[in-house]
């Protein structure tokens, strides 16, 4: 059984930093690819960042510069350290992990950027 456990998130003002985190439990860690996505209000989950066993990492152009995506295999945990946070990073996060053909999905928490 996968289980996948966020942390984090939160009310920032702009131009703070917030940190999520997402450990999984019940699988072999290391070897599955992670990510993180996020939906706003009125629009589609996207991608955010991702990073794949090897330690390789990709992120959208919105958050390149500013979000870290990282993973400590032996906590079987993946982080999100987002900084000079905005008003449109406001959204929903979610943690995936991947492997294969198979996708598993944290519930989300909450990061809203506003003054």
């Known amino acids: 059984q996968v289980q996948l456990v966020e942390s984090g998130g939160g009310l920032v003002q702009p131009g703070g930093s917030l940190g999520l985190s997402c450990a999984a439990s019940?699988?072999?860690?290391?070897?599955?690819?992670m990510g993180w996505y996020r939906q706003a209000p009125g629009k589609q989950r996207e991608l955010v960042a991702v990073?794949?066993?090897?330690?390789?990492?990709n992120y959208a152009d919105s958050v390149k510069g500013r979000f870290t995506i990282s993973r400590d295999n032996a906590k079987n945990t993946v982080y999100l350290q987002m900084s000079s946070l905005k008003p449109e990073d406001t959204a929903v996060y979610y943690c995936k992990l991947t492997r294969f053909t198979n996708n598993w999905w944290g519930q989300g928490n909450q990061g809203t950027v506003s003054s």
């Open positions: 990073i794949n066993s090897g330690g390789n990492t």
């Open positions: 019940g699988i072999s860690f290391s070897i599955y690819s």
